[in-house]
């Protein structure tokens, strides 16, 4: 049964729904972006770190963009316990806030460097030639620091006020307020979405729109690569990101009507934790983004099918030999023939 109880706030005052089905729906949710995003971006960061030969500008985007996303990643196990603790928040205000700003500031620097990755490979396809594809590694960090203080200072507010609900012995731990609006917490909100949507969707048209223009390299792997690619990055960020603004924007719209409303509750928690299927999704746009992860992705399929059978060690320590010693090894054969040696087989002896 559903019932609801005011209660007080520092920052004002707050609605607490007991029994609801959010308790129920949003731990499998988590539990599922946290397993499956910990693991694709782990896996991303290891591809980045270990197995990427050359290190461009869109590398660059990239791994920010996955360091955003195993970031939030930390933090889904706190709201998991909090979810399954009906939400009750046994940790404090500080850590409540902290974890707040965490999720909003890895959810904006997420939002951010896909937008990013979307215009850089604009540029790349609509306008080849043009300087900005040409910026240095140094410079390319030198706009990732810029981005991350931006996204910091665009969610700071966030550790400025306490955000716990205490009703009796149950504290909440919520970034919105479900009786009125949030001031700048909605329009940052609003922002993070409707910014980024107007150019990667700008963006997506474009290089479509290029590629078909450009007939005679629509058949080419890099090409069709290209297109996919930019597809992919739009429809992540849509899928992930409109639902819960779709929501929070009905709750400004029917406010105050919908304060405390408990289906406008279920909606907007349910719906926020598809933002978090972003970072599970994000992999995607990394298998796409360059030929090196499919191969990554490949040789870890291989390694972890690939049986080991016996005897196979003595043949790879032969194949492992130093070239050295295999000329060595060639060498004294041929002095120990009893045959005259040919032409070919004095060959083996210069190596």
């Known amino acids: 049964m559903l019932f609801l109880s ?4 520092d920052n004002g005052s707050c609605c607490l729904i007991e029994g609801e089905p959010i308790t129920q729906v949003m731990p499998p949710l988590l539990i599922l972006a946290f397993l499956l995003g910990a693991l ?3 896996l991303a960061l290891c591809g980045f770190c270990f197995h990427m030969k050359t290190w461009k500008s869109s590398t660059i985007y990239l791994f920010n963009l996955a360091v955003a996303d195993f970031l939030l990643m930390i933090c889904l196990p706190l709201r998991t316990d909090y979810y399954l603790r009906r939400r009750h928040w046994i940790l404090g205000d500080i850590p409540c806030r902290l974890v707040l700003f965490m999720l909003a500031m890895n959810r904006a620097g997420s939002i951010v460097f896909l937008t990013v990755v979307a215009v850089d490979r604009y540029f790349k ?3 080849p030639h043009h300087m900005v594809n040409a910026i240095s590694n140094r410079t390319a960090a030198a706009i990732v620091c810029v981005l991350w203080t931006l996204v910091i200072l665009g969610t700071v507010y966030l550790l400025m006020e306490s955000h716990l609900c205490v009703r009796g012995m149950v504290s909440s731990c919520e970034s919105f307020i479900m009786e009125s609006a949030n001031g700048w917490h909605d329009i940052m909100f609003q922002l993070e979405f409707f910014l980024p949507l107007t150019i990667i969707l700008f963006c997506s048209f474009r290089v479509v729109w290029s590629l078909r223009q450009r007939q005679q390299l629509t058949r080419q792997a890099r090409m069709r690569r290209a297109t996919r690619f930019i597809m992919v990055v739009a429809s992540v960020f849509i899928t992930c990101y409109l639902p819960s ?3 929070r924007l009905y709750f400004l719209w029917t406010v105050p009507s919908s304060a405390c409303d408990p289906s406008v509750h279920i909606a907007l928690h349910v719906t926020l934790s598809l933002t978090y299927l972003n970072s599970m999704l994000d992999p995607l746009v990394y ?5 090196s992860f499919p191969k990554f992705y490949a040789k870890l399929k291989i390694r972890s099918l690939k049986p080991r059978r016996p005897g ?3 043949a790879r320590r032969s194949e492992e030999m130093p070239i050295s010693n295999l000329c060595r090894k060639s ?15 004095w060959g083996l002896q210069v190596c």
């Open 287 to 291: 298998y796409f983004s360059s030929p």
């Open 40 to 42: 694709g971006n782990g």
């Open 312 to 314: 196979r060690s003595q």
């Open 6 to 9: 005011p209660s007080a706030m």
């Open 245 to 247: 603004v779709l929501a």
């Open 331 to 345: 060498s004294t054969d041929v002095v120990n023939s009893s045959q005259r040696p040919s032409d070919g087989q």
């Open 125 to 127: 396809v609509v306008h």
